[in-house]
T-cell receptor, first 112, second 110 residues
Framework: NAGVTQTPKFRILKIGQSMTLQCTQD?????MYWYRQDPGMGLKLIYY???????DKGEVPNGYNVSRSTTEDFPLRLELAAPSQTSVYFC???????????FGPGTRLTVT | GQQLNQSPQSMFIQEGEDVSMNCTSS?????WLWYKQDPGEGPVLLIA?????ELTSNGRLTAQFGITRKDSFLNISASIPSDVGIYFC??????????FGSGTKLNVKP
């Protein structure tokens, strides 16, 4: 039981490039979330999903896209990377009806 | 978005001392959560609070859901070196979105 896994751990992007951050959970959780954490700050919700095929915007969705085709996977897509997207990205999941989120180890992204 | 004000920003304490930190907001939250984050790791849930006035303990940690539903408190008793880390509060707003405080960095001197 690996919990929530994220790949890659680190990535450097040039301005304008695109990439997908991967997130997988093996706990059969319906709810999944993407957060970003800027240095010295708390986490901000980007997108969340309450089940396969259902996604919704969080507090800071601009510049990102998500999809949820399976219960296990919730990838986050950056289409045109900008320096403001330099951050650490965390994926989390929780059971339906529970707000106790389990976090992955994070992806550290630098855009230069 | 909703603002959570977490204080203090950082604390330097001696091993064995008790610690208190809190989170306040101008908005009402349905659930309060407290997390601990170690360097290079994701946050780990410590305590979840679901009802106004609720007081919940987890070992040396005690947290309370404020009666107004706009605040929450976390206390750590008899601190030890492994308590070092950043503690975050998080509030569930409108039953679907979580907002996080900016964190309290705890340093414990042996």
């Amino acid at each position: 039981n690996a919990g929530v896994t994220q790949t890659p751990k680190f990535r450097i992007l040039k301005i304008g490039q695109s990439m997908t951050l991967q997130c997988t959970q093996d706990m059969n959780h319906n709810y999944m979330y993407w957060y970003r954490q800027d240095p010295g700050m708390g986490l901000k919700l980007i997108y969340y999903s309450v089940g396969a095929g259902i996604t919704d915007k969080g507090e800071v969705p601009n510049g990102y896209n998500v999809s949820r085709s399976t219960t296990e996977d919730f990838p986050l897509r950056l289409e045109l990377a900008a320096p403001s997207q330099t951050s650490v990205y965390f994926c989390a999941s929780s059971r339906e009806g529970s707000y106790e989120q389990y976090f992955g180890p994070g992806t550290r992204l630098t855009v230069t | 978005g909703q603002q959570l004000n977490q204080s203090p920003q950082s604390m330097f304490i001696q091993e064995g001392e008790d610690v208190s930190m809190n989170c306040t907001s101008s908005s009402i939250f349905n659930t309060w959560l407290w997390y601990k984050q170690d360097p290079g790791e994701g946050p780990v849930l410590l305590i979840a609070l679901y009802k106004a006035g609720e007081l919940t303990s987890n070992g040396r940690l005690t947290a309370q859901f404020g009666i107004t539903r706009k605040d929450s408190f976390l206390n750590i008793s008899a601190s030890i070196p492994s308590d070092v880390g950043i503690y975050f509060c998080a509030g569930l707003y409108n039953f679907n979105k979580f907002y996080f405080g900016s964190g309290t960095k705890l340093n414990v001197k042996p």
